[in-house]
């Protein structure tokens, strides 16, 4: 059974999936707002809005070692891969999915931290049904759900971190809100949660 995350919120991961969890997806799906049409009334149309998947891992020193998004499919070691960028948020489902191997991500990486940025510029305000998700990739059950469609004047957001601790994987729904066209943008105030 999934949970539904509240912004703040610590997860075990191996707990929520029942144990044995070893590859997780980040899902990210987003609607572009339709337009109200002729006179406020419905038949609108919906501009497109080019929202960005990015996971940026670190060390324990807490520097940045690779980062995954449209530019850079995959991580150096493989341990990630990114599905590839979708540019309007059209269809059903996942827009854009990210791929951990937690076995392999190597021991030296602490924490991986997922964010998503508004590539065209356009704030939240402009966006609905917008979410990330855990999933484990072994069964496709959804473990985590986050709920990104707080309208407003931001274009950017950490979505959350995956971390160990302990000997075993975790999830923090961070949920800030922030500014910028990529994951760059969001250093200052992602170390924050480091």
Not at 68 to 74: G, N
Not at 108 to 116: C, N, P, R
Not at 143 to 161: C, D, E, P, W, Y
Request: charged content about 20%.
């Amino acid at each position: 059974m999934s949970v539904n995350l509240q912004k703040g919120q610590k997860i075990s991961l191996d707990k929520e999936a029942g144990g044995g969890l070893s590859r997780v997806t980040m899902g990210l799906g987003w609607d572009a707002i339709k337009s109200k049409g002729f006179f406020g009334f419905g038949g609108g149309k919906s501009d497109a809005v080019d929202l960005d998947a990015s996971v940026v891992m670190f060390d324990e020193s807490n520097k940045p070692v690779d980062v995954i998004w449209f530019r850079q499919l995959k991580s150096k070691d493989g341990s990630i891969v990114h599905t590839g960028d979708n540019r309007t948020g059209a269809g059903d489902g996942d827009d854009e999915q990210i791929t951990v191997d937690l076995n392999a991500v190597p021991a030296s990486v602490k924490a991986l931290v997922f964010t998503v940025n508004s590539f065209t510029g356009q704030t939240f305000a402009t966006v609905e049904n917008a979410y990330c998700r855990l999933i484990n990739a072994g069964n496709q059950q959804e473990v985590a759900r986050f709920n990104l469609s707080v309208t407003g004047s931001h274009s950017a957001q950490i979505m959350a971190k995956l971390y160990r601790h302990g000997g075993e994987w975790k999830m923090h729904a961070i949920g800030e809100n922030g500014n910028g066209r990529t994951f760059d943008d969001l250093m200052p105030q992602i170390s924050v949660h480091l």
